[in-house]
């Protein structure tokens, strides 16, 4: 399976996921405010993507660099939020850290994405 293949099945599956939580959240959920959104299901998934793509074009995994990034700028924004807010909670640091994460997990998939297939050529 070639690694365009892959990425599109990932992208798939990524997806779906976020339909179901859509309709879960539509449907379950009515009366209830939750926060969630789709997006917060996909770093546990698009680590395991990262896995399996770099494992599969590279024949080594580049999951623990993009965990490594993924803590350092969560630190940096600790950091930050401590210099700029006295008032730091756990849950407002917790909120933060993982929608970084959303971000920083999936900006990491897409490049390494793209860095396994300009390998590939």
């Avoid at 996921?17 to 997006?39: D, E, F, N, Y």
């Avoid at 909120?95 to 900006?107: E, K, P």
Wanted: net charge positive; glycine share 4%; aromatic share 14%.
């Amino acid at each position: 399976m070639t690694n365009i293949a892959i990425f599109l099945g990932q992208l798939l599956v990524l997806l779906i996921v976020a339909g179901i939580v859509i309709s879960i959240k539509k449907k379950v959920l009515t009366h209830h405010q939750v926060r969630m959104t789709p997006v917060d299901f996909w770093p546990p998934i698009l680590l395991l993507f990262i896995h399996q793509i770099s494992i599969n074009g590279l024949s080594n995994s580049l999951l623990p660099q993009v965990v490594v990034i993924w803590i350092g700028i969560s630190l940096l924004i600790l950091f930050w939020q401590i210099f700029s807010n006295q008032e730091l909670t756990y849950k407002k640091f917790f909120v933060i850290f993982w929608r970084f994460g959303d971000l920083i997990v999936f900006i990491s998939w897409v490049g390494v994405v793209i860095y396994v297939i300009y390998q590939s050529l």
